[in-house]
């Protein structure tokens, strides 16, 4: 894949990038009135997570979307200071066609998730949660969670987010994980899970990915392809993953 820094143009405040793929971290350079800027980050980081105490683990796994408890979920409707005006999230939010489309649970440099829009059109992650241990009742919080600050996710593109440096959780090589997608109002919107133990731990050449990019089930697989179409070149089951509704 190419590593080029994020070109941006933002007309009607969505974001544009001729590249196939965003890096969060590229948005921490960003001026302040840009409709990227995340509220509570002095560097303009596109992101916030959440500080509230930690759900129950569960390693059970559901498809669909249904919805979620709200004891967990919190949603701005109110124009943020730092968020370049955005209304988060943004009325009539669409987020059709948003899923998680690979997971590195021993990536390189770190751990990390790649969210694709599958849509027409541009998806705003403002306020969107990617979650660690949902327990089928109510959204996680504290540590599991991480909560999108004012990015928005051209159609056909793909944004990674990574353990330390955005995740505050890392993903699990070596035991039973779960991680999911909410929308900002609690509704899940794609889930999935994998089997692992010390026996069958993954390792950094591996990653658990949809094939077919965007649209198949979750496999484990032994190419990751980092910001990019997922394919295989050899697989491996391990064990039952969702591939969610995607929205």
Known sequence: MRWSWLRLALPAALLVSPTSCYFLS????????????SSGSGGGRAATTE?????????????????????????????AAGTGGMTCPPPGASYAGLVMNELAPKGLPADWI????????????????????????????????????????????YLVIAAVSELPFGLSKDAPERISLFAPDGKLLD?????????????SLESWARIPDGTGPFKRVENPTKG?????LGGMD???????DGG
């Not at 590229?26 to 800027?37: Q, R």
């Not at 889930?191 to 390792?203: G, K």
């Not at 990019?228 to 295989?232: A, I, Q």
Request: charged share 10%; proline share 5%.
């Open 114 to 157: 790649e969210l694709r829009n599958n849509g027409p059109v541009a998806v705003p992650l403002c306020g969107v949660m990617v979650t660690q241990n949902y327990d089928d009742i109510t959204v996680p919080s504290g540590p599991d969670r991480f909560t999108f600050g004012a990015v928005y996710l051209a159609p056909g593109k």
């Open 228 to 232: 990019t179409s997922n394919f295989e």
């Open 26 to 37: 590229n948005f921490d350079d960003l001026g302040s009135a840009s409709a990227t800027s």
């Open 238 to 244: 391990a064990g039952a993953g969702d591939a969610g």
């Open 191 to 203: 889930d999935t899970s994998w089997m692992a133990s010390p026996a069958t731990e993954f390792t």
């Open 51 to 79: 500080s509230s105490s930690s759900a129950g683990s569960s390693t059970s796994s559901v498809a669909g979307s249904g919805g979620a408890g709200g004891a967990g979920a919190t949603t701005t409707t109110a124009t």
